[in-house]
C-alpha cells in the first residue's frame, strides 16, 4: 500500500471514530506511520487532508450504492453500515465541525449530496418510468434520516426506512 492510501485510509478510521477536531496531526501521523513532512507534501495541510478523506469515501461509497431500486438503495445502505459502521454521515460531520466555512470541505459535502440525489433521480425514473422532484426528495430526506438514526437507534432502522420509500414509489406508480 502506497503512503498517500495509508495516510487516507488510517485518517479517515481516526476521524469517523473520534472527529475531525479532537484528532491532532499528531495522531495522523503516528497512525499511519509517517512524519508530518510526508503527510504535508501528500495532502498540504488538515483541511487538504479532511477534503481527501472525504472524495475518497465519496468514491467508495458511490461504488456501493449504483443501484436502479430503492429496495437496492436502502439494501446498499445497510452493507455500507455493515462493513464501516454507523456513525451518522462523516460529510456532514466534517461540514457541522468546520463550520460549514472551509471551502474545500463544503465543496465536497455539496458534491457528494448532489451525487446522492442524482442517483436517487435515477431510481425514481428506473422504479415509476418518470421524473418526480418530490418523490426523490422524499427518498433522500429517508436515505439521510436512515444513515443518522442508525448511528444511535442500529441498522434496523434502515429497513423502516425501506418500506416507507418503498411505500412512496408504490403511491407514486397508481397516480
Same mark, same amino acid.
Given at each position: 500500500m502506497d503512503i498517500r492510501? +495509508?495516510?487516507?485510509?488510517?485518517?479517515e478510521k481516526l476521524f469517523d471514530r473520534h472527529g475531525f477536531t479532537a484528532t491532532g496531526m499528531d495522531r495522523l501521523t503516528q497512525g499511519a506511520g509517517i512524519s508530518s513532512r510526508t503527510l504535508y507534501k501528500h495532502v498540504g495541510n488538515k483541511n487538504g487532508l479532511i477534503a481527501a478523506v472525504l472524495n475518497e %469515501?465519496? +468514491?467508495r461509497f458511490h461504488r456501493q450504492v449504483e443501484?436502479?431500486?430503492v429496495d437496492a438503495? #436502502? @439494501?446498499a445502505l445497510e452493507l455500507w453500515f455493515a462493513q464501516e459502521a454507523a %456513525? @451518522?454521515?462523516? #460529510?456532514?460531520r466534517a461540514w457541522g465541525e468546520? @463550520? @460549514?466555512d472551509v471551502p474545500e470541505i463544503a465543496e465536497v459535502m455539496a458534491r457528494h449530496k448532489q451525487r446522492m440525489r442524482e442517483r436517487i433521480d435515477a431510481i425514481v425514473v428506473a422504479e415509476i418510468g418518470w421524473q418526480d422532484d418530490e418523490l426523490a426528495e422524499s427518498i433522500q430526506l429517508l436515505l439521510e434520516g436512515a444513515t443518522h438514526t442508525a448511528a444511535y437507534r442500529g441498522i434496523a432502522t434502515v429497513e423502516v426506512a425501506r418500506r416507507a420509500a418503498q411505500r412512496l414509489v408504490t403511491v407514486a406508480r397508481t397516480s
Open positions: 492510501t +495509508r495516510l487516507l485510509e488510517t485518517s %469515501r465519496d +468514491r443501484t436502479n431500486s438503495l #436502502f @439494501g %456513525r @451518522g454521515c462523516l #460529510f456532514l468546520t @463550520g @460549514g
